[in-house]
């Protein structure tokens, strides 16, 4: 007998909210999908809020069928739903792939601004000491060390020569 896989995250609306009840995981993975088509549509379609709140009217805060869409709504149903977060992961890759097309262009304000804030990118690299957490070395062994490092450059100059 298989065992049933339950798709659905823990989490779910506020108390109280009686919105979070009109979704569900049917509804909620036609709203990922719909926003992977339209992204797919054109390079021009980049922003999850464009697809939310001006290609689909959802600003209304209410399609036809009475569900409530809301500023939250991705990362509310991302929590509630492990199929819709695994779509809005996809949504997120192309959203990041174009951005970084559009990094190429004269003004790259924005798509800089939402790589570094959305997608973990940074202008610099970090480099972390992995000695910072030993002692520093006394005199005696400073010394050797040094010792060992000249006795590898001889030998590296050596071996160079040959």
Known sequence: MKKKVNTKRKGGGQPGNTNACKWTEEK??????????WLRKSHKNIYFEDFLYIENDFYKNEDKKGVVYYPELISYLSNKYLSFLNLIKIAEKIQECRLKKFGMVKNATMPIFVLKNKHG????????????????????????????????????LKNIGQ
């Not at 909620?28 to 088509?37: E, H, M, P, Y």
């Not at 005696?140 to 010792?147: C, G, N, P, R, V």
């Open 28 to 37: 909620a993975l036609k709203v990922g999908s719909d926003l992977i088509s």
């Open 121 to 156: 990118y940074s202008d610099k690299v970090e480099l972390k000491n992995k000695d910072a957490d030993k002692p520093p070395l006394n005199k005696d062994e400073f010394e050797e060390s040094l010792k060992n490092i000249k006795l590898e450059i001889e030998n590296t």
